[in-house]
């Protein structure tokens, strides 16, 4: 097929820096390229749309790839070499990265090593389940949230940040297409594939009560992390001399909204009132009972108000709720709550009384929805299936039903265990299903059996503040390890999970060097009291 380059200026911008930028260990000349195509094989027929999806792409490393004009035509890109398989990842949570770095590890057979794209909207990973501690100052952003550039520098994976707009599966049964689809990128950049992985992830869902959307902040992202972390900053300052208390409230008492409101809670200390608020009488009310326990001692220890039984009807603006008898105010006093919001609470069961929350800022914790494009309607049956909640339902294997060439894991997955139940969308399950992912498409490239998915419950762990957390261990019943040790036992525990080896000594002699530095703190200020007291 005849290919002329790109005649738009972003386009040739884009193929000089795709073709000058580091690929790793890649030594061979044949560099991706991108080039302008007037038809697409396998889909160029159809007319088929999803819809758009929020998420991101960049070609190559350290480098950002110019997106073309609007009015650009498409672009193909073309891969390395067209004898090896192409993989295509899109999402590099925990499910994309780990399944992607788990695809560079396995040993492969001559020429049948796959060609692995990983497409992400941020060019970082994040490691969730330590968002909290940028909160609280324990780690800095590039320990938890390294740049892929960095993490696959190593490795023969490309990396692009991109936004995916939609996808053309053609691996559906009972077809025979030379492809097994393409995912099209905001861009214009179109990428054949011969596997997909959908590792997409989830976002914050706020839409469920009127005026969260709005007024409330959601702790899901990094960009949450360091809003939230600016906006405490800026009622810090602005609370400094006063006497006023920051107002904190956080909505759900799951494991988001303990370890947000113990994280707080303990940053501000008496210069702070946070109120955790949960629909059901207990909070974190699916955990191990040596987890809830230990929770509920650090909140009621730091003074977190628990306003239990209740749920959200709205929030809205602190100023709307002003009466006539307000009006005579002055108009300083009204500017001062003009920041603030109120949250109307009502009971979840008969026998209370409604409540009225004011607060300076809102945490929302409650409600995620997957990312997975749903397609549109076409002329011909084929559908990516999913369930209530959006996620792709799979099968033992991981593979998409209907779709032998899409593997979904994570959030974009709907894996049901042995007795039905879909399983929970948290950090452990993409972990491990990133793991058997890797080595289904190995088997499946190399027409071996593939392996069914089996979930291993490893515990739950939790950060209850700098020097607290709880750790629930399955392998041994009613044991929880608390407060320093619990702390200790949950950073070890990260540390091994983090993505690569390099990452991994870098960030264990940073925080080594952090640890060392506070126990010499700590033992100067008790020898300077004991001084004084003498």
Not at 175 to 191: C, D, F, K, Y
Not at 351 to 359: F, M, S, V
């Amino acid at each position: 097929m005849e290919c002329a380059l790109a005649c738009s200026a972003s386009a040739t911008i884009a193929l000089v820096r795709c073709c000058q930028m580091p690929w790793g260990k890649i030594r061979s000349p044949k560099l991706p390229m991108i080039w302008s195509s007037s038809s697409r094989s396998g889909s160029s027929k159809r007319n088929r749309s999803l819809r758009t999806v929020a998420l991101s792409a960049t070609a190559g490393f350290g480098s950002t790839m110019e997106a073309p004009a609007a009015d650009a035509p498409r672009l193909n890109y073309i891969w390395p070499d067209n004898k090896r398989p192409r993989v295509c990842i899109v999402g590099g949570g925990f499910g994309g990265l780990y399944t992607a770095l788990r695809l560079e590890s396995l040993v492969w057979p001559d020429g049948k090593k796959p060609q692995v794209v990983l497409i992400d909207q941020s060019e970082r990973f994040v490691f969730k389940p330590m968002l909290y501690e940028l909160l609280s100052g324990e780690v800095e952003t590039w320990e938890i949230a390294p740049q892929f550039s960095d993490l696959l520098a190593n490795t023969d994976v490309r990396f692009l940040k991109d936004r995916v707009k939609c996808l053309y599966p053609c691996d559906h049964l009972g077809t025979n297409a030379p492809t097994a689809g393409t995912v099209h990128l905001e861009s214009g950049l179109l990428i054949e594939y011969d596997w997909l992985v959908l590792a997409i992830g989830a976002e914050a869902k706020l839409d469920i009560v009127p005026g969260a959307a709005d007024y409330a902040l959601p702790f899901y992202t990094l960009d949450d992390a360091l809003r939230v972390d600016k906006k405490l900053k800026e009622l810090e300052r602005k609370n400094f001399s006063k006497d006023s208390a920051i107002r904190v409230a956080v909505v759900g008492c799951g494991y988001g909204g303990v370890e947000l409101a113990a994280t707080i809670s303990e940053r501000l200390q008496e210069k702070g009132i946070v109120q955790a608020i949960n629909v059901e009488k207990t909070v974190l009310p699916n955990a191990p009972a040596g987890n809830r326990e230990a929770a509920l001692k650090v909140l009621l220890s730091r003074k977190v108000q628990l306003v239990l039984g209740y749920f959200v009807r709205c929030i809205r603006k602190a100023v709307e709720s002003q009466t006539s008898d307000a009006e005579s105010k002055s108009t300083d006093s009204a500017a001062d709550h003009s920041e603030s919001v109120i949250l109307e609470l009502q009971p979840a069961e008969r026998g209370l009384e409604g409540q009225i929350i004011e607060a300076d800022i809102v945490l929302w914790t409650i409600g995620s929805k997957p990312l997975l494009p749903e397609l549109e309607p076409s002329d011909e049956p084929y559908d990516i299936p999913l369930n209530a909640r959006g996620q792709a339902e799979t099968d033992e294997t991981l593979r998409v039903k209907g779709h032998p060439r899409i593997f979904a894991v994570g959030d974009s997955s709907a894996l049901r265990d042995e007795n039905g139940k879909v399983l929970p969308a948290t950090a452990q399950v993409a972990f491990q299903q990133a793991d058997f992912a890797g080595w289904n498409l190995w088997a499946a490239i190399n027409d071996r059996p593939l392996l069914p998915f089996r979930y291993q419950n490893l515990g739950e762990m939790m950060t209850l503040g700098r020097h607290d957390a709880a750790v629930s261990p399955s392998f041994t019943d009613g044991l929880t390890l608390e407060g320093f040790v619990g702390h200790t036992a949950r950073k070890i525990a990260y540390l091994i999970r983090l993505p690569t080896d390099q990452h991994r000594v870098k960030v264990g002699i940073s925080w080594l060097l952090k640890s060392t530095v506070d126990s010499v703190a700590t033992v100067q200020t008790m020898l300077a009291k004991a001084q004084s007291g003498s």
